[in-house]
């Protein structure tokens, strides 16, 4: 069955075991997302086994659950299938993982690690309110150790920083640019990533715009709400998506497109909010919501982006996250920064495996970790023969680049600022 939150059934257990089923036995038979993620890699090898015989109908409730939790919602394998609606057949494997896992959760309740991880807004004002302790306290083993017992949150992975200031307090601070609305007018939806703890992306989003005479607002927002769809709180999710819906169609309706610098809040607004709320509102702000990257290369299809860059950016290893894939967009981000004179982008097409809050988790830890390896050799095979920058749209693809590389990936925007003579290296 479709999305479909108010429907009684989509909440009913029996409902679920049936359509998981249904849809492992088309998956049976295709196998095209082998080995695609761990979800899929489980899912086989249970069907294989010899008291299953590769009917479906034989796997009993842990084989279902345990195939669910290894979903960290990526989406490739939607785009992946040849069974997604219009099909018949009507397969969509990551929001079935959604709906069984919220299923799961309105009968157990949500865990206290999630509830933790979905705080997202709570904790990044607490952070950069204290900034240097909160710095501190992510990197002592001692309080690591009591993070990983108390919250589940592995001792080993690196957190992000938070900054001393958020993104929010820099912009209100700002003059407009004279002259900036001449070419167009949107709405940041800047992401909680860029307001508590990497402020200079939004810088570099404001400074690009306005280079190219695009006039910025910032409405109040919240966090776009997948760490919540990542926990199964569907009622969390759907709250947020409330809010940003209210504060983002208002703009819209003056005429605004919405830009975002997060390939998974992004993917959020414009595919997810739409089957969370089912209203003409979050059909309306998803129509008009772009990537950053791809919404200066549609000005740049127009011919109103400025390419008058004044230094080129080099060689570039630039891993395309999976969220930015699943949008169907084409390769914006690549294509704009190989607009940069004496620039060389190196695509990478591979999975960093966090999605969310999936691998912060110390139960997924090390499985997330061995999915990122390709990723990682490829970026130092790079890396080694010359690259010079590494840069990916996504903020968590970074702190699994940073913890293995021991060197931060930038976003496109900060690249493209820095070509402009707008952000100094």
Known sequence: MPFELNSPSFWEEPEVETELKRVFDICNGCRRCYSLCPSFTDLFARLDRDNVDGEAEKLVPEDLRRVT????????????????????????????MLRSKAVQVKRDGVSLQDRILGQVDWMGRIGTFLAPIANWATTNRLNRWVMEKLFGI??????????????????????RKPGAESAGRVALFYTCTVNYNEPETGRACVKVLEKNGIDVACPEQRCCGM??????????????????VD????????????????????????????????????????????????YLMALHGQGKLDTRFVKGAGEIAYQMPCHLRAQNIGYKSRDLLQLIPDTRVRLIE????IDGTWGLKRQYYDLSRKVAAPLIN???EIRESGAELTVS?????????????????????RILARAYGLEAE
Not at 161 to 173: I, M, P, Q, V
Not at 231 to 243: L, S, T, Y
Not at 350 to 353: D, E, R
Request: proline share 8%.
């Open 154 to 175: 592995h001792r080993d992975r690196i957190l992000p920083k938070y900054a001393s200031e958020t993104f929010r307090s820099w912009f209100g601070k700002q003059r």
């Open 350 to 353: 591979k999975c960093a495996a």
């Open 378 to 380: 490829e970026l130092r």
């Open 393 to 413: 749209d996504c903020p968590l693809a970074g702190l699994e680049i940073e913890q293995d590389l021991k060197r931060k990936a930038l976003h496109p925007i």
């Open 247 to 294: 504060s983002l169609h208002a703009l819209v309706k003056q005429g605004r497109d919405v830009v975002v610098p997060g390939p998974t809040c992004s993917y959020m607004l414009k595919q997810e909010y739409p089957h969370l709320l089912n209203n003409a509102a979050a059909r309306e702000v998803a129509a008009r919501t772009f990537d950053i990257c791809e």
């Open 227 to 244: 760490p919540f769809l990542d926990g199964g709180d569907v009622e969390g999710a759907r709250k947020n998506a409330r809010a940003n």
């Open 69 to 96: 939790d290894l979903c960290y919602q990526c989406k490739l394998c939607f785009n992946h299938c040849p069974y997604t609606p219009p099909h018949r057949w009507d397969v969509d494997f990551p929001r079935l």
